[in-house]
């Protein structure tokens, strides 16, 4: 644990803050957590001994980067509304944003042969049965892309919401290559339309932070954007999946040039470093976090303070009796 505190120290020094708990009067907290749980059902417990620790912190809210299952277990209504349940056991409100696991592996034996864009939207469909509002016990308004643009009504998880002068952006994007497969004309198709769909909304959260003056921004989802398995050339070392967010995020962050965090889970250990571009430079503006998951089912707490220079500082919500972290 030493080591984790010593990597979010140096990290947040990096845009200019410490990892201290931050008191002005726009600050607050939120927590980051996800892809539990995957040993099911032994698992659940964890993660009611996560809610129950999460509950005692009383954030803001909190924000489940996806998975609510592992990718080898079934894609079932029944293991879909099991994690819901948990979820909805939470005392704040939950941004939750959709997973790999939850639908473009569902094609896989282990996973019960369903047909990924079915699970996609049985997941829209009991995961966001009210478009424009959170999950959780006490659930806050929410701006949903498919609110904001008829032509785009199915992709009620696209989520955004401002907390004190912070820009949050919540786009769908996956693991498992941002569910591009060249081989499937069906997922290519509905690749290219979520594709367009998140780069619309994360070009337009940055438009909106420039002119509200927004002091920082999150970006949350799910995918670890450096997976190199399906690299898209020699000349850029990321998969082709990703290609497209890494730049808008890119872009759009040096053209903010303020404070930002792009939170994500998939690969299951803490990462916490600057973000970088597709030639994996590094943008200095932008901390990129990765949380805990699969066995390690602990989170992240997030403190935010829009009046320090750094805005962002962290501290792990471990639960010893969850394990190893």
């Not at 010593?6 to 803050?17: D, E, H, I, P, R």
């Not at 980051?32 to 620790?53: C, E, H, M, N, S």
């Not at 998951?293 to 962002?312: L, W």
Request: charge should be neutral; glycine fraction near 8%; include cysteine.
């Amino acid at each position: 644990m030493h080591r984790i505190l010593a990597l979010a120290v140096a990290a947040a020094s990096l845009v200019g803050t410490h990892a201290h708990a931050q008191s002005g009067p726009r600050a607050f907290t939120f927590i980051g957590w996800g892809d539990v749980p995957y040993a099911i059902p032994g698992d659940y417990v964890k993660v009611d001994r996560l809610i129950t620790a999460m509950n005692a912190v009383k954030p803001a809210f909190s924000i489940h980067v996806g998975d609510i299952k592992a990718g080898n277990t079934p894609c079932s209504d029944e293991v879909f509304k099991r994690a819901l349940d948990q979820i909805q056991t939470v005392e704040h409100p939950v941004v939750y944003s959709i997973g790999d696991n939850e639908w473009t592996d569902c094609h896989r034996a282990d996973n019960g042969k369903f047909d990924p864009r079915e699970r996609l939207a049985r997941v829209r469909q009991m995961f966001f049965p009210k478009p424009g509002q959170s999950l959780g016990k006490v659930p806050m308004a929410l701006e949903s892309q498919a609110l904001a643009d008829p032509k785009l009504g199915k992709f009620v998880e696209n989520q955004r919401f401002v907390r004190n002068g912070v820009m949050f952006v919540i786009p769908h994007i996956v693991g498992s290559n941002n569910g591009f497969e060249p081989i499937d004309p069906k997922a290519t198709e509905e690749f290219f339309e979520r594709n367009a769909a998140n780069v619309a909304w994360i070009k337009e959260g940055f438009a909106l932070a420039q002119s509200s003056g927004a002091s920082a921004m999150v970006i949350a989802f799910q995918a670890n954007l450096y997976d190199t398995r399906r690299s898209a050339g020699t000349s850029i070392p990321v998969s082709s999946g990703f290609l497209a967010t890494i730049r808008e995020i890119a872009a759009g962050a040096r053209a903010f040039g303020k404070p930002m965090l792009v939170m994500h889970g998939d690969q299951h250990t803490l990462e916490l470093e600057l973000f970088r571009d597709v030639q994996l430079r590094p943008v200095p503006n932008v901390l990129r976090l990765q949380l805990w998951g699969e066995g390690k089912v602990h989170a992240m707490r997030i403190i935010v303070d829009p009046d320090m220079p750094g805005v962002f500082s962290f501290a792990p919500l471990i639960v010893p009796e969850n394990g190893a972290f």
